[in-house]
């Protein structure tokens, strides 16, 4: 069986995009998947310091392109994960060193060997964008709830469905459920409003996310967390799993639809 | 009457212009370029169809084409023509080509028949755009649009004609760009980040909760009010 390319994007930085594809990564591994996670930000690295694996690289992803190191060698195996590999990225080229014929080229390889690719994709609309993109068979996007990251994943959204690979399904990343409670913080709700696709994942705020990105032991092997349990949801969302989505316990437009529920309207 | 010049038409993505293939080359872009003039607004950032059926025009003259659309800030992205000399020339200046024979919609069009129905009936042509118009999307047209989805914030609907959005209306819309007051916006939500028809303007008023029953709106005592219907 041919693998699978998903490939995560946003549109603006810093909403998670990274710390996302690495969980997912080990998330999809727990599950017993081959996984490969290419780091397509060249120029920005920091796909391979989430996971823990900085000090590991020998090749990265434009060594493979231009030949100087065989695609083998240049994955470099997870710590606690027999079957999750990174393919990091350059740190001292920029985004024009691959071209987007180069990333199917180069995923067309790993199909063969994993049940899933997943691409980090850089911010912005340019070419590395592009380059995470093309090779895609699914395009999952992170927003945050607030107002310019949701015109962001809009904009991203329409380029997606431009290049026939959409329209995508959506994570829904560092939700504030008191925030959202109090009015300050658009909900979910709002989110699906404006954007209009499927969502996979609502991930809670949760610090534990920050320690484990720190320590490089990933969030989704801690129980205690919810983002990390949330990420594993999401994952076996992708595997084709149909999973319930975890009550956020203070949720207010969650709980009043459940309360509707019972009270039969 | 003499033969319109150009005449010129909202696509999907962009406008076509069609220009005539029997007058003098020099009178017709003379005239094309009068024509952005009056509306520089309203074309401003289009993408451009050029439709030259048969002539042959030289790489010269489609160069100075090319070059009259772009001091106007137009993208001249395309050319039909059913001459090899156009389409070469298109092709050393790097826009992309379409033999058109057979597309001619102007020869398609039955001359009779527009002469004998009512204009309303007859029809102006528009765009229907069938899915939700996001961030970033422009849409022009010389006629009307219909938008099957939602506009949402940051995207832009800019019409000669009418819009009607089956959905929720949160972007930009301008009905009657080039000047017709009696041009009107509908949508089922209509709260947008501002609505222009003709030469009116009105942003929207930062209210908590947006209009949602289906509205229109229009001029009345010169200025844009917007009625809901139940």
Redesign the interface.
Known sequence: MAGKVVTVSSGKGGVGKTTATANLGTSLASLGKKVVVIDADIGLRNLDVIMGLENRIVYDLVDIVEGRSKLRQSMIKHKKFEHLYLIPAAQTRDKMSVSPEDMVKLTDELREEFDYILIDSPAGIERGFRNALEPADEVLIVTNPEVSAVRDADRIIGLIEAAEKGPGKLIINRLKTDLVERGEMLSSDDVFDILGLTIVGIIPEDELVLSASNSGVPVTLNEESKAGQAFNNVARRIAGEDVPFMNLNDNPGFFRRLVGLFNGK | MQEELIAIKGMANGLLISLSTTENWQSVTDHLASRIDEQIEFYAGAHITVELGARPVPKYELSSLKALLERRGLKLSRVRSESDTTRRSAMALQVSTENNVGHNYRAALPAQETATTNPEESGTHGILFR???????TIHSDGHVLVFG?V???AKVIAAGDIVVWGKL?GYAHAGAKGNESARVCALEMNPSQLRIAGHMVTSPPRKRSISAPAVALIRDNQIIVETRE
Not at chain 2, 131 to 137: D, E, F, K
């Open positions: 899915r939700t118009l996001r961030s970033g999307r939602d949402n914030p940051g949160r």
